[in-house]
């Protein structure tokens, strides 16, 4: 079956703009979740989401940071006013359920470059 | 946060050679997964460690979880080129199984010389 999907798998913008990252989970699965990774570093947890709710936020960097999950299955992380720093791989995954013991399955993450 | 000390950062060993990279937590963990990220790739799914002291075997990889279920180590026996990659431990923050906040360690990556 199809796995994750992110869009667009690369994007380059200028700083001060505003972008929008796309995540469609595996189908059927609940848990979904938005990491970011910078060269030679693990995935940085960002948020979480246990169907349409955002259940932990704690690991935006900032307000300018934003996600929805509006109907518990395709989710946009939204970054506003983006700075040189927040070039970054921004993954996405998904799992069947909430919690540490289920298998995430990760997307091939999206590149943004800002300029 | 929860945090995790993952080591070396780096190895490079010739093709043949074993390899080792360690996971250690400040807390007890209820598991600790092992994830596989290949250059250019995204990480995949490895194994889950659940059991005090438990061992997993997947062919040439050993996977341990220590008795006070802090640390583990991810053993890869007689290394081939295939092996090649960032190996990531992965943790619940706090330690708690009830959380969809993962933590992921810094990864080793692993190079191998034909």
């Known amino acids: 079956g199809a796995g994750v999907s992110q869009t667009p798998s690369n994007k380059v913008t200028e700083k001060g703009k505003y972008v929008e990252l796309r995540c469609d989970p595996i189908?059927?699965?609940?848990?979904l979740y938005w990491y970011r990774q910078s060269l030679g570093q693990g995935p940085e947890f960002l948020i979480y989401?246990?169907?349409?709710?955002?259940?932990?936020d704690s690991g935006l960097p900032n307000d300018r940071f934003f996600a929805v999950r509006p109907e518990g299955s395709v989710s946009t992380l939204k970054i506003q006013r983006t700075e040189r720093g927040d070039s970054a791989v921004y993954l996405c995954a998904s799992s069947l359920g909430l919690g540490s013991s289920y298998e995430q399955y990760f997307g091939p993450g999206t590149r943004l470059t800002v300029t | 946060g929860q945090q995790v000390m993952q080591i070396p950062q780096y190895q490079h060993v010739q093709e043949g050679e074993d390899f080792t990279t360690y996971c250690n937590s400040s807390t007890t963990l209820s598991n600790i997964q092992w994830y596989k990220q290949r250059p250019g790739g995204h990480p995949v799914f490895l194994i889950q460690?659940?059991?005090?002291?438990e061992v997993k075997k997947q062919k040439r990889l050993t996977f341990q979880f220590g008795e006070a279920k802090k640390n583990s180590s991810l053993h890869i026996t007689a290394t081939q080129t295939t092996d090649v990659g960032t190996y990531f431990c992965?943790?619940?923050?706090?330690?708690?199984?009830?959380?969809?906040?993962?933590?992921f360690g810094q990864g080793t990556t692993l190079q191998v010389k034909p």
């Open positions: 189908s059927g699965h609940t848990a």
């Open positions: 989401f246990q169907g349409t709710g955002a259940a932990d």
């Open positions: 992965r943790i619940p923050d706090h330690g708690s199984s009830n959380t969809g906040k993962l933590i």
């Open positions: 460690l659940v059991k005090s002291g």
